[in-house]
């Protein structure tokens, strides 16, 4: 039985406000997925109370690596039969649970829950986010797609701030909780678009499997799990000397990186390896480095002012924008600007200003190497999915193994408010260049190879 006229006007209206609504929901989900995040700052300011409660609570977070990462997979994989209205209603909802548990975590099994149902928000929203652009339109595809990753890439510094805005000393907060009206407004809205999508049951468009991407997928898959393994081996044994888990935590940095640079060799698109090598280190290494520049002026000269949030947002934004609009020259280049803003902010100032003139640089390095490596990888949508999954796990791993990283080097970053961070905050910061520099020429060589490979076609 065909519509009547007035049904069909209805559906029409309705297919263009779920349009309309697309680059809004897929900025809301992202913002709310960076809110869903546990810190670095999290960890240093309030890690030893949290342990103090359960002192297993290291293997916990390699549980909820499993569920971010799994979550976010299944969600991709749903997403061509069932669309991306399933997940971004389980990680709405996710998200709210999570962070309502993770304020004033009084107990272990409350911390427990709350840091696996907010890896759960973190990786359907993720997913969801990604996919909301897939069935729309080539144009409003495109502003979707840049809606959800401008968060992502650029609000790093806007992150930082927030976290240590009103934090008080070992506090025992997780994520960044945002008014309650804010979160609920933003809640209904992805819940709404949600059901929309489903009422209306569009088609997305299915790009057919193409061979060769098998190995590259469970090798990501692999990384993942052996990562998560050894967070699990060393955080479910409190009573693990530190002469072993030291060792231990060295050599989960070595295999982690050594599966990421795995996982871009297989990589079966030559153009797209300079898209992954930029997303990756750029999700690495980024956030960890600005939450340690801030939390420096943080912790010695009081709260930070509301100008440098200003200043940091406009720097996230202007270096997703010159990612988005010239990303063969940014995926490099913002490597290289990530690399000059950690040497320029590697004495950590005290002041707040100083510091703002290093972490602004460094904002629009890694928002341009992210944003410029996502444009890349955009081409393909198989491309774009494995880069993107590969971004969320660098993005979570780094977060996570920045403090565990900086202590097995014989740094304690963990230790109270009182303790002077900037030598574990150096560490960092000089990993950081070194793994920027050496990012900065893969993409250059990756690059030059798939342009010697088109040459010769």
């Known amino acids: 039985m065909r519509p009547d006229p007035v049904s069909r006007r209805a559906l029409h209206l309705a297919e263009q406000a779920r349009g309309t609504l697309a680059p809004v929901v897929a900025v809301l989900s992202s913002s709310l997925l960076l809110c869903c995040l546990v810190t670095l700052l999290d960890i240093v300011s309030g890690w030893q109370a949290l342990r103090g409660l359960d002192d297993r609570l290291p293997g916990w977070s390699g549980v909820a690596l499993v569920v971010a990462m799994a979550a976010a997979g299944i969600s991709l994989v749903l997403s061509a039969r069932v669309g991306p209205g399933p997940p971004l209603t389980l990680g709405a909802m996710a998200a709210v649970l999570g962070l ?20 759960l928000a973190v990786g359907a929203l993720f997913a969801a986010g990604l996919c909301v652009s897939e069935e729309l339109a080539p144009a409003p595809a495109r502003v979707a797609l840049f809606g959800w990753l401008l968060p992502l890439t650029g609000g790093g510094g806007v992150l930082g701030w927030l976290a240590l805005h009103g934090r008080s000393a070992d ?13 609920g407004l933003t809640a209904l809205v992805l819940v709404v678009w ?4 489903l009422l209306l049951q569009p088609r997305p468009q299915r790009e057919p499997w193409r061979a060769g991407w098998e190995n590259a997928w469970a090798a990501l898959a692999m990384l993942a799990a052996g990562a998560s393994s050894i967070v699990l081996l060393v955080g479910f044994q409190p009573e693990l000397s530190s002469s072993w888990a030291r060792p231990l935590v060295l050599l989960g940095s070595a295999v982690v990186l ?12 030559v153009s797209a390896r300079p898209a992954y090598v930029a997303v990756v280190v750029a999700f690495l290494v980024g956030p960890g480095c600005i939450q340690a520049m801030l939390l420096v002026p943080a912790r010695t000269s009081g709260p930070l002012s509301a100008w440098v949030l200003l200043i940091l947002a406009a720097a996230g934004v202007v270096g997703a924008v010159v990612g988005w609009r010239t990303p063969r020259v940014s995926a490099s280049a913002g490597l290289l600007v990530t690399a000059l803003a950690v040497a320029g902010g590697w004495v950590l100032p005290t002041n707040q200003w100083a510091m703002c003139a290093a972490a602004a ?18 081409s393909s949508r198989m491309a774009l999915r494995f880069v993107s999954m590969a971004g969320l796990g660098a993005l979570l791993l780094g977060l996570l193994g920045a403090a565990p990283l900086a202590w097995s080097l014989g740094v ?33 060589a990756s690059h030059s190879s798939a342009d010697e490979r088109v040459f010769r076609g």
């Open 100 to 119: 309502a548990l993770s304020r004033d975590v009084a107990s272990g099994a409350q911390a427990v829950l709350a840091i696996v149902t907010l890896g």
């Open 361 to 378: 640089p460094l904002c629009v390095g890694v928002a341009a190497a992210g944003a410029a490596g996502l444009r890349l990888a955009a």
């Open 412 to 444: 304690e970053v963990t230790g109270g408010a009182q303790e002077d961070f900037r030598p574990g905050g150096r560490v960092l910061l000089g990993l950081t260049f070194a793994l920027a520099v050496l990012g900065a020429a893969a993409v250059s």
């Open 171 to 183: 506090e025992t907060d997780l994520g960044v909780h945002p008014p309650a009206w804010g979160l």
């Open 194 to 197: 949600a059901m929309l999508t």
């Open 258 to 269: 050594a599966g990421f640079t795995a996982c871009g060799r297989l990589l079966p698109l």
